[in-house]
């Protein structure tokens, strides 16, 4: 599952700047992350890193882009991210 940004984004930039997959960008008028490069931080963190530093708790499951574990190891895989 990829994750999503609510309404409740300040675009603090704390995120962005601990996303190891550089999934999380500037949008507008909140930061958006793209479910694409997203792996919810598998293999890398015990828990994603941009809910950890979010001080909004902003972050939610983005229920268009369930995955499985396994389908986000696959992807942190294929984006070849050091673990």
């Known amino acids: 599952m990829a994750l999503l940004i609510n309404e409740e984004c300040i675009a603090c930039d704390a ?3 601990e996303c ?4 999380i960008s500037e949008g507008d008028p909140i ?4 479910p694409d490069l997203c792996t919810e931080c598998v293999m890398i ?3 994603p890193a941009c809910i950890e530093v979010c001080p909004v ?4 499951i983005d229920p268009d882009n369930e995955e499985s574990i396994e389908e986000l190891t ?3 895989k294929q984006l070849g991210i050091e673990s």
Do not use: L, Q, S
């Open 57 to 60: 708790d902003c972050f939610t």
């Open 45 to 47: 963190y015990d828990e």
């Open 15 to 17: 995120c962005r700047e």
């Open 20 to 23: 190891p997959t550089n999934a």
């Open 31 to 34: 930061y958006v992350v793209d």
């Open 74 to 76: 696959f992807k942190h």
